[in-house]
């Protein structure tokens, strides 16, 4: 795994109130929402300003289950875009069959687009 001059300048400029603890789940996150890259460029990391902005969600989430469905949402809307909005072949990304993700989607409130 490598990371460009780009994507580590942009890190660097963040201040990691959590430390390496944060900067590690970042780059896990990464590298779960984008398995076949290999190399982590900018535009794979989450706009910086909004690190923060999710570490105050976490701490407003009352349960488990809210945060993994705000993950979910995340990840399902991601594959959603990488998928050009397409329902079938974001299932396919997610390894789930269509019919599942559609039930998934209208339980974390997600519409599908055209």
Known sequence: MDISAEALDSLAQHHWPGNVRELRN???????LNPRILR????HL?????????QQHVE????????????ERDYIQKKL??????????????????????????ALGIAPRE
Request: glycine share 2%.
């Open 26 to 32: 970042l780059i896990e996150r990464v590298l779960i």
């Open 40 to 43: 982590i460029e900018r535009k």
């Open 46 to 54: 989450p706009p910086l300003t909004q690190i923060s902005t999710t």
């Open 60 to 71: 407003e989430w009352s349960s488990l289950q809210e945060a993994r469905d705000a993950y």
């Open 81 to 106: 875009e990488e998928a050009k909005n397409n329902v079938s072949r974001a299932a396919e990304l997610l390894g789930l069959e269509r019919s599942h993700l559609y039930r998934k989607m209208k």
